[in-house]
């Protein structure tokens, strides 16, 4: 069929007129009504102000008038964002050109420069950034002109635009970043602030201030050749230092107040005036500054940051959240959040594994075979490998857990399944592992699927609970602008993740000093003044560091590591997070000590056979006690011969014998130096013969090879006897001498010693 020509070009003009016409339409002046006066207080659990968020995405702070303004933030925001705009009609059309051009020639919409109009227009409706977008935007831009003056196009702008850091409007900004009103600003204030809407986000001053500053100068030298200013009167402005008023006043705890106000609908944040946070505000100013403590002993190490969570165990409440050293330190990404920040956690996610084979019908006692073996695995075989490039035989899976043997984990998981484990973890409210099972296969349980700290904490915390899993908490009451308690939503329901039973075996494991000293060695730092469950993860290439665990009050987690992902220097979950870990649960515990964890009932103690697992006999050389699950407990008694276990054993080169008594054996003894000494760096020697001859005791040492030294959890040096010089530094250490024997390794007792500088 042919097209008439008249046909189609009537009913083109009539369309084209349609659209013009609605050109003519009045913009609605209902969307110009400035509402409510809104800002929302954050407090702390005790009513401490955290944070006042001035007002909020669609909220207006305080609605002022041009007369309210100083005349400089006019002229400054004319000359910054719009020098036409008395001149055009919405629309300044040399700049539409130009956009128009970049797009084409981008192929995609690039920001033009909008004028005034334009970007009212955008605030009261934000829309995504396509050309149907920007079309509709200079539609309604065209609409608002022929409906009000241009005072009040001006008004609304400096009412409604983001100038950063939850600030809209000038009022807000100036009281924000300048603690005055926007009447009070000086000519250099205004030319700071008219230049910040553009990019509030890349030029936000409290990150970096220098681009902001480029721009406050450009803005200046701009209001001067438009004439706007005088020259000397620009001079002055230029010459003006800017005192920039920090956040933190009214902004504490600020990764936990971002991740809350991120959280809050739109509605909740319109409608609510104040909320009462479940945040600890002096406990989370002694975490903080626990962190930085620790991070200037880790910088040598190559770690800069690190982050911290403390939740309390009865109603999940956050207490503590520090996501990264310091938030407002732009140089190291302050504002990244470490606990929201998803990473491989390493050995940190065993003990689910573990507890999901309790859960079918393994024991702690259970032997599982650590050994080279090859699983099978979506990308191919997988061989996993130990921390320690060594196999250590059968082992009981309480070794297994407490020593983190990575073959036994993943030996494990081949009996339980990674579906199952999976599952579990995504019950426990692991929302990051968004792939389906597969993809991480039997590499799910050594931690190489993404997780966040608040997440790990989440989940330990159900073993906390004795197994109910109940997700974290951020308030605890809310009030709207007439003080009237608001509704927040309901936390859920604890649900049962782990039986009791399950949940108390594996807290007992994780709370086993003498359990983890083959892996670990004495004196960990994990291990505490009173009962407290941990464990340590190491994601691969040392680029993340965790410590997570509990003890009945709380759930802590922690992670070190460096945001850009460059690896630490020899930091292990011990050496790096251990000592934060250690020093985070002392501050909590200093008042008053948590009680045991309750036996739950349905439990059964028994002695059993260190070696085999089965019910010790009068032969077995090493018992244990061992907990079971009633009816899982181990109903033969040990046939194996134990001297000749002993002596097949006793061969395997730096293996620990298995039959390891109960009690510690006699180790290396420090003669010299005492534990305490202290010494002096002397000023006049050269540092060459600055050095003290350190002496260990050897006695009731059977078949003693070498004796191996080590300062802060690293070997610093190997000798044949019992002496070794060392070269002295300032600091504070601790010296621990570990013999090597032919029937395995036996540490001796540390001895810490301050070194002063000259
Ligand atoms: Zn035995």
């Given amino acids: 069929m042919i097209v008439r020509p008249r046909a189609w070009l009537l009913s083109s003009l009539l369309i084209v007129g349609g659209l013009v016409g609605t050109i003519l339409l009045p913009y609605p002046k209902s969307r110009l009504a400035p509402g409510a006066l809104v800002s929302l207080r954050l407090t702390d659990r005790n009513g401490v102000l955290l944070r006042e968020v001035l007002s909020e995405s669609g909220g207006r702070s305080r609605w002022v008038t041009l007369s309210e303004v100083s005349p400089d933030v006019i002229k400054a925001t004319l000359a910054a964002e719009d020098r036409n705009f008395f001149l055009h009609r919405g629309l300044h059309l040399p700049s539409v050109v130009r956009a128009l051009w970049q797009n084409a020639r981008q192929g995609r919409v690039v920001s033009g420069a ?51 850091n939850q600030a809209f409007g000038i009022e807000a900004a100036a009281r924000l970043y300048f603690r005055k009103p926007a009447s009070d600003l000086s000519l250099a204030e205004a030319a700071f602030l008219a230049a910040l809407p553009r990019s509030p986000s890349q030029s936000n001053p409290y990150h970096d201030p220098a681009p902001a500053l480029r721009r406050q100068r450009e803005t200046i030298a701009a209001m001067r050749r438009l004439g706007l200013v005088r020259p000397d009167e620009a001079d002055r402005a230029l010459a003006e230092p800017l005192a920039i008023r920090p956040p933190s006043e009214s902004f504490r705890a600020p990764h936990f107040t971002t991740a809350f106000l991120s959280r809050l609908t739109e509605k909740e944040r319109a409608s609510l005036a104040e909320i009462q946070t479940t945040l ?13 403590g620790h991070l200037e002993r880790l910088a040598r190490s190559g770690v800069r940051n690190a ?34 920040s998803a990473r491989q956690p390493g050995s940190a996610l065993k003990p689910f594994t573990y507890a999901l084979a309790l859960e079918a019908g393994m024991t702690a006692a259970t032997l599982i075979d650590d050994a080279p073996a090859e699983f099978a695995a979506a990308g ?25 043997y990575n073959v036994s984990a993943v030996a494990t998981l081949d009996v339980v399944g990674v579906e199952r484990l999976y599952r579990q973890l995504r019950d426990l409210g692991m929302d990051s592992l968004s792939e389906p099972p597969g993809f991480y296969g039997a590499g799910l349980t050594l931690g190489n699927g993404e997780v966040t700290l608040l997440e790990l904490a989440r989940a330990y915390m159900a073993l906390a609970r004795g197994g109910t899993f109940m997700p974290e908490r951020f308030t605890l009451a809310s009030f709207d602008h007439e003080r009237r308690e608001g509704a927040l939503p309901s936390p859920p329901a604890p649900k049962r993740a782990f039986s009791a039973a399950t949940a108390f075996i594996i807290t007992d494991i994780l709370a086993d000093a003498d359990a983890r000293v083959p892996a670990f060695g004495y004196g960990s730092p994990l291990n505490l003044p009173f009962p407290c469950a941990a464990k340590t993860g190491t994601s691969k290439d040392y680029r993340d560091n965790w410590t997570v665990g509990y003890t009945t009050d709380y759930t802590v987690g922690i992670w070190v590591g460096n945001f850009d992902g460059r690896p630490m220097e020899n930091v292990s979950g011990i050496t790096g997070c251990g000592p934060l870990f250690r020093d985070v649960m002392l501050l909590l515990h200093r008042e008053r000590r948590p009680a045991a964890f309750t036996l739950p009932e349905g439990l059964v103690r028994r002695t059993v056979c260190a070696t085999t697992g089965d019910l010790a006999s009068a032969a077995c050389p090493a018992r244990v006690e061992e907990l079971f699950i009633a009816g899982t407990e181990p109903l033969l008694v040990c046939d194996r011969q134990g001297d000749a276990q002993e002596a097949r054993l006793a061969d395997r080169p730096a293996g620990r014998a298995p039959h390891r008594p109960s009690a510690a054996p006699p180790g290396p003894r420090i003669l010299f130096p005492e534990d305490g000494a202290v010494f002096q760096v002397d000023p006049v020697l050269r ?16 078949d003693f090879r070498v004796l191996e030294w080590y300062i802060d959890e690293s070997r610093a040096g190997a000798t044949p006897g019992g002496t070794w010089v060392w070269n002295l530094q300032p600091g504070s250490y601790t010296i621990r001498a570990v013999a090597v024997t032919g029937r395995g390794r036996v540490a001796g007792p540390p001895v810490r010693v301050t070194v002063l500088g000259p």
Avoid: M
């Fill in 114 to 164: 909008s004028t005034l109009s334009q970007q009212v227009v955008r605030n009261i409706e934000p829309r995504p950034r396509t050309l149907g977008a920007k079309l509709r935007e200079a539609w309604l831009a065209i609409r608002l002109e022929r409906s009000v003056p241009k005072e009040e196009i001006l008004t609304q702008y400096l009412n409604r635009v983001p100038y950063g």
């Fill in 687 to 702: 540092a060459e013969y600055q050095k003290i001859r350190c002496r260990a005791s050897l006695d009731g040492l059977d």
């Fill in 307 to 340: 982050a911290v969570v403390v939740l309390d165990n009865a109603g999940g409440d956050i207490l503590a959240w520090a996501g990264s050293r310091d938030y407002f330190d732009a140089g190291a990404s302050g504002q990244v959040d470490g606990v929201l």
């Fill in 380 to 404: 191919g075989p997988y061989r996993p490998e130990n921390y320690d490039r060594r196999y250590h035989g059968r082992v009981r899976l309480r070794s297994a857990l407490a020593c983190s």
């Fill in 280 to 292: 600890d505000a002096p406990l989370q100013e002694k975490v903080e500054a626990l962190v930085r």
